[in-house]
């Protein structure tokens, strides 16, 4: 398992930022919530889609999202559906399975095929969060 730490510095104002990291010939990406100054907009909805790119192939790969849990409060571990999701298990009609689910930690596994030789660009995931409190959202998103 290769790990890292991605910095980021910027002059963007708080909102969206799409983040694309790449490690042996694989890329990720991501939109993290700038969070200089920290979130203020408490009670508000901010859905995080989790983007892939140039991905050859789910297997074996575990994905992970960890985030500030004293400013966010997880509403739904999957948008794809019309079902609001919070526990472990597989979410039906999307291949992905919830394998934990802790206060400021998700991890999911997706089971898609991706035709031999491709490469594949999209959305993985996408996680629906509230604000609870004013302060950084700190979400991180890797995959290996």
């Not at 997880?74 to 019309?82: A, H, I, R, S």
């Not at 490469?119 to 996408?126: F, M, P």
Request: a neutral charge.
């Amino acid at each position: 398992r290769s790990t890292g730490v991605l910095t980021i510095e910027s002059t963007a104002r708080t909102g969206f930022v799409q983040v694309i990291a790449t490690y042996r010939n694989l890329s990720c990406s991501a939109m993290v919530i700038l969070t200089t100054p920290p979130l203020t907009d408490v009670g508000n909805i901010h859905i995080v889609p989790l983007t892939v790119s140039d991905i050859t192939g789910y297997t074996g790969k575990t994905f992970t999202l960890t985030y500030n849990a004293s400013v966010l409060e997880l509403v739904d571990l999957c948008k794809f559906t019309d079902i609001k999701e919070l526990s472990q298990g597989h979410i039906p009609g999307t291949g992905i399975w919830i394998t934990d689910v802790s206060s400021g930690r998700i991890v999911f596994t997706v089971d898609r095929g991706i035709i031999n030789g491709k490469k594949l660009t999209e959305v993985v995931n996408a996680i629906e969060f509230r604000v609870k409190t004013v302060g950084n959202a700190n979400i991180n998103f890797e995959f290996y």
